[in-house]
């Protein structure tokens, strides 16, 4: 795979991924310094760039998802006082396990052409506990959600939730290439 494809598969990739599982305080980290003309060689401001451009979309798409949020849960003033901080407390916390399957999702673009058997086994294992960790992640905040919200107001956001991720694992997998 030629390394502009490999640059515009991983973009494409993490872009859909960030729809995902991107968290607030992602969209809320500085920008890096910026650096010295010639003091880096091209292939990394070539990631320097991706870097730059996932970061604003991911702030782009959590606003749209939060607005989309927003709108599917009919929160009263007093739920919506409580909701929010909680919404974005869990967002944060996708985010972080978003990170690993960003990670996972480079790696095996960088692996693709020359993956072996072991390489596969390693991303599987990994891969099946990425899944575990946000499972995980739902199963805490369930509790949560249920002390502040009537529990079909929480179902009501794990659907809009769940909803919204089919749609990114759906335009993730249309992406990302099978296994040679």
Do not use: C
Not at 47 to 73: G, K, P, W
Not at 170 to 180: E, H, I, Q, Y
């Amino acid at each position: 795979m030629s390394h502009a494809a490999r640059t515009m598969l991983t973009l494409l990739m993490t872009l859909g991924l960030a729809i995902s599982v991107v968290g607030w305080v992602a969209a809320q980290q500085p920008a890096a310094p910026p650096q010295q003309p010639g003091a880096s060689a091209p292939q990394e401001s070539d990631q320097e760039d991706l870097t730059s451009d996932i970061a604003l979309t991911r702030a782009s798409i959590q606003l749209r998802r939060q607005a989309i949020v927003t709108s599917v849960m009919d929160l009263t003033p007093t739920e919506s006082q409580a909701f929010w901080p909680l919404y974005r407390d869990y967002r944060v916390e996708m985010a972080k396990v978003g990170d690993r399957v960003s990670k996972l999702l480079v790696q095996y673009t960088d692996q693709y052409d020359t993956l072996t058997d072991a390489q596969a086994d390693q991303i599987m294992k990994e891969w099946l506990s990425i899944e575990n960790a946000k499972n995980d992640v739902k199963k805490k905040y369930v509790a949560r959600f249920k002390k502040i919200l009537p529990s079909r107001k929480v179902m009501r956001f794990f659907q809009a939730d769940n909803k919204l991720d089919a749609v990114v694992n759906a335009k993730l997998a249309s992406v990302v290439p099978l296994a040679r």
